[in-house]
C-alpha cells in the first residue's frame, strides 16, 4: 500500500466532514449572510482542506517508518529498528517490530555460532577420518608389497621345487638305469659262470 493512499484515506473523511458541515451552514441561511462571511467560509474551507492533509501526514508517518523498517528487516537487515517517540498504539507497535527484529537477530545469530560449531566439529572429524584413511591405505600398501614379496618368494620356490622335482626324475632315471645295467652285468656274470669251460 502506497503511504500517499494512506495519507488520502485518513484526509479524505476530515475534509468531507468540513466541507459538508460549511454547505449545512451556507443552506441554513443563504440568504442572511454578507460577503465577508463567504470570505471566512472560504478561508475554513482551505483550513478544513490543510487540517485533513496535517492529520493525514501525522497518522501515516509512523506506517511509513514501520513500513520501511519491515521492508529493509525482509531483505535480511536484522539489525534495522523503528524508533517512534509516540506512546499510542504506533508507538507499541514500533516496540513489538523493535522485539521481533531483535529476537530473529538472536536467532540468526545463534544460528551462525551453531553453524560455525558444526563446521568445526566436521572438520575436525573429517581430519581423524582422513588420518585413519592415510594410516589404512598405508598398511594396504605395505601389505600389498609383502604379498608381492611372498609371491615371488614362492614362486622362486616353485620352480626350485619344479626343479628338485626334475633333477629326481632324472635321478630316478639314472637309478633306474644304473640298475638295468648292473641286472644285466650280473645276468651276464651268471650266463657266464653256468657256461662250462672247456
Do not use: C, W
Not at 513500513?67 to 508507538?91: C, I, M, N, P, Q
Not at 545469530?109 to 572429524?125: F, G, P, W, Y
Not at 589404512?136 to 620352480?159: F, W
Request: proline content about 2%.
Amino acid at each position: 500500500m502506497n503511504i500517499s493512499n494512506i495519507t488520502l484515506r485518513i484526509a479524505l473523511p476530515i475534509i468531507i466532514i468540513g466541507i459538508f458541515t460549511i454547505v449545512v451552514f451556507i443552506a441554513l441561511g443563504f440568504n442572511k449572510f454578507n460577503f465577508s462571511f463567504y470570505i471566512v467560509v472560504f478561508l475554513l474551507a482551505v483550513f478544513i482542506f490543510l487540517f485533513g492533509f496535517a492529520i493525514g501526514q501525522e497518522f501515516s508517518s509512523p506506517v511509513k517508518k514501520l513500513l520501511k523498517r519491515a521492508t529493509e528487516l525482509s531483505k535480511g537487515d536484522l539489525a534495522t529498528r523503528v524508533y517512534l517517540e509516540t506512546k499510542d498504539e504506533f508507538g507499541e507497535l514500533a516496540r513489538i517490530f523493535n522485539k521481533i527484529a531483535e529476537e530473529l537477530e538472536e536467532s540468526h545469530s545463534k544460528e551462525e555460532k551453531t553453524e560455525k560449531s558444526v563446521d568445526i566439529k566436521v572438520r575436525a572429524k573429517t581430519q581423524d577420518l582422513e588420518e585413519i584413511i592415510d594410516s589404512l591405505d598405508q598398511k594396504v600398501k605395505n601389505r600389498t608389497i609383502e604379498l608381492e614379496k611372498i609371491m615371488n618368494e614362492s614362486e622362486k620356490l616353485r620352480e626350485e621345487v619344479k626343479n628338485k622335482e626334475k633333477e629326481a626324475i632324472d635321478f630316478k632315471t639314472e637309478l633306474y638305469q644304473l640298475r638295468e645295467r648292473l641286472g644285466m652285468n650280473k645276468n651276464k656274470k651268471e650266463n657266464s659262470e653256468d657256461i662250462p669251460i672247456s
